[in-house]
């Protein structure tokens, strides 16, 4: 660094682009063909609607709804993640595990857009390369389980876009209107998000764009926001960028045909049971048209196994000559549960699983591209360690998540600044 402050993120020049056509009514009959095609393989983690009359009732009201991102803004990501791809862009993804209705309150997203950003600021000067910031914002109010009940034998909590996390038989009914208030509730955050942007309310004094994800899950909902903008395949335009989860990764799943139906950039949770050759499979299956950034290999392997069963990952995949997004979760494999019962993670093997995705990639000469976490801007007590040296005993003070165990601020811009000397360092 050279003592000034870090350059806002920014990614060349925008191009104008041509204007679009106006945008098509209904999907045309191929694409309803391939849609049908693609979701009527096994569909794991959808919830069983008590009344699929109005499932079906939602669907049509969400397919004529303005949608909550725009093409065009798909479009500049898909441009971004192809530099990141190629070695000269760096992207950073965050946000709640589960978001909530009552939770997307102007102050929580404020927050969070404030700690990616503060965050990117740190990876910038440390890195070098320019950030794309994209918050699990917006759209993250549906969650894959491990169990269909839970410790007190109710049918589990799904996530706001399905189903209360109240404790009662009554509140874990899916209801698809839900569905209507997830889309509701987005389009609020995302005018939120766009205000903070148009005053520069945000921290660091940041002036990149932000973009928003969301894990594909839900496919009642997610087939609802396919919108036809002159491109080849749908956009999904529920948020820019998708990912499809490890519990949802099936290669002849539904999730994974739906995803190859669509223009967005797509993201693939790579857990440590990910086989090399599914891996590639993954690659053939999303990047057809090798397209650099096209697709994001999440790696959530755990501090413990990161080392050994990424490399020969990254090996497969690089000789297939696509260029893919290597990206970092080091959340998802280092969940613990606390003596007090409470789910949460230590900083350090978060950490720690950073600098082994950082070792493997300098060993390899490909280039650790991004890091995904799951953050929140308030003063949380919910992960371990970390500047304020987080204890057990301080657990049950402020532990607020609707599901997985966020980093606080703090935790937040520390883990920015530590993973980007680990990051950036040749
Ligand atoms: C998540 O990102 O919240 C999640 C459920 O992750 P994974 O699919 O990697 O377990
Ligand atoms: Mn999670």
Redesign the pocket.
Known sequence: MNGQAPAAPRFGPARPSPPRPLPDEPLPDRLSAALDRALARPAAQQPQWPNPGAVHEVRTILEGVAPVVGADEVDRLRGHLAAVATGTGFLLQGGD??ETFAGTTERSIAGTVDTLYRMASALTSTTGLPVVTVG?LAG?YA??RSSPTDAQGLPTYRGDIVNDSEATAEARIPDPHRMLRAYVNATAAMTVVRALRATRAVGGGAEAEFFTSH?ALLLDYERSMLRIRGERRPYDLSAHFL???????QLDGAHLAFAELLTNPIGV?I?PTTTPEQAVAYVEHLDPYDEPGRLTL?S?MGSAEVRRVLPPIVEKVTATGHAVVWQC?P???NTVQSRGGYKTRHFDRVLDEIRGFAEVHRTLGTHPGGL?V?LTGADVTECLGGPQHLSPADLPHRYTTA??PRLNRTQAIELAVLAGEMLGAR
Request: net charge positive; hydrophobic share 20%; with cysteine.
């Open positions: 595990c589960a699990r993250q969650k894959p894990e990912w499809i989860g490890e519990r949802t990764r949770k857990g999440i959530r979760d959340m998802h494999g995904h799951e599901c997985d």
